[in-house]
């Protein structure tokens, strides 16, 4: 597979969702991943009762473009061969709790001894240092303690955490971005460096100006449900269908287009909603205007009328629309991926498209333990003769064939 990071050597410690998230994006953009497992797995080829065995839809979504290589990292031994992967690798990434790359004696120090152009990056809970670095973390405790939660639900409701791992998939997109800058000050000094993700730091970043709001002003945010702060009207709305449309009429030019699509050219006269100022003091008086007018269409009605005059506005749309968005299929945004027992599996791809590369035509899920002898002998030149030696005193787990 060609792309953008072509020829870039990728050492993958990752496991579970943001450290492979990251080198996944890698792999979709040209990189050869190699993921370095223990004979047990990364815990994410647990069995899924909806595909059967042996790896979940989630593994394969996040580890497709990638090659496994199974080795027994608590031998000295399979340290040799981690110690002559670093050696050759580009980047390195890895998501242990903090201190644990360390006691396995492949520290920052000891890895720029070996390899002075290799990057490394850690992804963690909460950063390689301060009193937290320690602490376990998933992501919804990510959401609790970055304001997440404390922002999401609805104003008389508990504080709710978003639908998917998001804080997971951010660090995870920090650490990507992370890697590449790395690389291209490799290009300027000739010399690696570490990169240091983490998933708090991640999710707080995007709290948008509720940080300075109180920091600044002592104002604290929470709960809005689905309206926003400074935007008026900006709300999710039930249609006469029981579905429902998000609107965003922010400016005075959008109000505009909205009145003309509820066919009220009144509302630009009234002094409740003539400016910003005004329809934010008057939100409620707006909004009862809006749903009352919603109530008479069906959503798919809604819709048609504010896209006609160009007004940010959607249904919210089922998982199952989301699957048929003619959008998202005219991009190819859907691939397969392959996996050598399982067969063809639809997943969302690469967000990301370059002018010039292609996206990469169904990428392969490895099994564990499949390219464990690929690899060594590509990366490392080890002949036959070693890596059955590594095999036999189990070292390394070697897959002879799909099926296994």
């Known amino acids: 597979m060609s792309g953008p990071l072509d020829g870039i050597r990728v050492l ?21 991943v190699v993921k370095i497992e223990g004979f047990a797995g990364d815990g994410m080829r647990m069995a899924d009762s909806k595909v059967g065995k042996p790896d979940s839809l989630l593994f394969m979504t996040i580890n497709r473009a990638k090659r496994s290589l199974a080795i027994d990292l608590r031998t000295d031994d399979g340290k040799a061969v981690l110690r002559d992967l670093a050696g050759t690798a580009d980047v390195m990434v890895e998501n242990f709790r903090p201190g ?13 001894e070996i390899n002075p152009r290799l990057i490394l990056v850690r992804v963690s809970g909460f950063g390689q240092d301060g009193p937290w670095r320690e602490r376990a973390s998933y992501d919804p405790v990510i959401q609790a303690l970055s304001g997440f939660q404390e922002l999401t639900g609805a104003p008389d409701g508990p504080p709710t955490v978003c639908g998917t791992v998001v804080t997971d998939y951010l660090a995870g997109l920090h650490a990507m971005i992370g890697a590449v800058t790395a690389l291209q000050g490799r290009e300027r000094t ?101 749903a009352g007018w919603m109530m008479q269409f069906d959503a798919a ?104």
């Open 12 to 32: 993958d410690l990752t496991r579970y969702v943001s450290g492979p998230h990251a080198t996944q994006m890698m792999g979709d953009s040209g990189a050869d």
């Open 100 to 112: 644990v790359l360390e006691q396995m004696g492949f520290g920052w120090d000891v890895l720029h």
């Open 190 to 290: 000739g010399k690696g460096q570490w990169v240091d993700v983490s998933m708090l730091d991640s999710a707080t970043s995007l709290l948008m100006s509720s940080i300075p709001e109180y920091l600044r002003l002592g104002e604290t945010r929470t709960r809005r449900g689905n309206k926003n702060p400074v935007s008026v009207p900006s709300h999710c709305f039930e249609c006469g269908d029981g579905r429902h449309v998000h609107i965003t009429a922010w400016t005075d030019s959008e109000f505009a287009k909205l009145a003309k699509a509820m066919e009220m050219p009144e509302l630009l006269d009234d002094p409740r909603f003539t400016d910003i100022e005004s329809r934010v003091a008057n939100d409620k008086a707006i909004e009862t205007i809006i």
């Open 301 to 404: 009605e809604v819709e048609r009328r504010l896209m006609t005059v160009n007004l940010p506005a959607a249904r919210v749309a089922t998982i199952d629309e989301v699957a048929g968005n003619p959008q998202l299929k005219h991009r190819g945004h859907f691939v397969e991926v392959e996996h050598p027992t399982q067969g063809r599996t639809p997943v969302a791809g690469p967000a990301i498209r370059y002018s010039g590369s292609p996206l990469p035509p169904s990428p392969r899920v490895p099994l564990l333990g499949e390219h464990s002898a690929q690899v060594l002998q590509e990366w490392l030149g080890y002949d036959d003769a070693r890596i059955g030696a590594l095999a036999d005193a189990d070292v390394i787990r070697v897959a002879a064939s799909a099926g296994e």
